[in-house]
């Protein structure tokens, strides 16, 4: 799916998986999907990919996002950017760079973990990571999410969890 040979991560199956790091994620499953799983965003090496998906529907307050991502032929700075539009007329961005949140799925002998995003899942040396994306306005309705390329790697993301909020006035009920 990221057109370099050897299909990607078929070792994860289709459905509810947590990986390594314990959060849910439903991995599409392409036969039931037109053949598409994941997004695989433009890069220097495969400019003819898209940009970016936009509106992807939320519609919920979300305390923080959860991304299984990977990325190729990652250059140093932005990988990509998640747009968050709220209900209000807001929107926040957050700046994935390779440095802490979208690392290359090559891993060096030295492991792969970076600030703020964790190998949960690796094989011949090639991994998954799970990067945590606090929402920047919690008590707000997230309406929709964008994930747009910064142009240079080639992002990767497989799947998108999001931690509820509720609104609660019992301590540690705000959550789910």
């Known amino acids: 799916w990221a057109d370099f040979g050897g299909g990607g991560f078929k070792e994860i199956q289709p459905g509810t998986s947590r990986l390594q790091g314990g959060v849910p994620f439903d991995i599409i499953d392409p036969a039931k999907n037109g053949d598409k799983s994941c997004l695989v965003l433009k890069g220097l090496k495969r400019p003819n990919f898209p940009e970016g998906v936009t509106g992807i529907p939320v519609n919920a307050k979300v305390n923080a996002?959860?991304?299984?991502?990977?990325?190729?032929?990652?250059?140093?700075?932005?990988?990509?950017?998640?747009?968050?539009?709220?209900?209000?007329?807001?929107?926040?961005?957050?700046e994935a760079s390779t440095e802490r949140d979208l690392p290359d799925w090559w891993l060096p002998a030295?492991?792969?973990?970076?600030?703020?995003?964790?190998?949960?899942?690796?094989?011949?040396?090639?991994?998954?990571?799970?990067?945590?994306?606090?929402?920047?306005?919690?008590?707000?309705?997230?309406?929709?999410?964008?994930?747009?390329?910064?142009?240079?790697?080639?992002?990767?993301?497989i799947a998108v969890t999001a931690r509820k909020r509720f609104d609660s006035v019992v301590a540690g009920a705000g959550e789910q």
Not at 80 to 93: I, P, Q, S
């Open 65 to 94: 996002f959860y991304f299984l991502v990977t990325s190729m032929y990652a250059k140093p700075g932005a990988s990509a950017k998640y747009v968050f539009h709220y209900g209000n007329g807001e929107t926040r961005t957050f």
């Open 110 to 157: 030295a492991g792969g973990d970076r600030p703020n995003a964790i190998v949960v899942f690796a094989r011949d040396q090639r991994a998954l990571f799970l990067c945590e994306v606090p929402n920047p306005l919690p008590t707000e309705t997230v309406t929709a999410l964008d994930i747009v390329s910064a142009g240079q790697s080639i992002p990767i993301i």
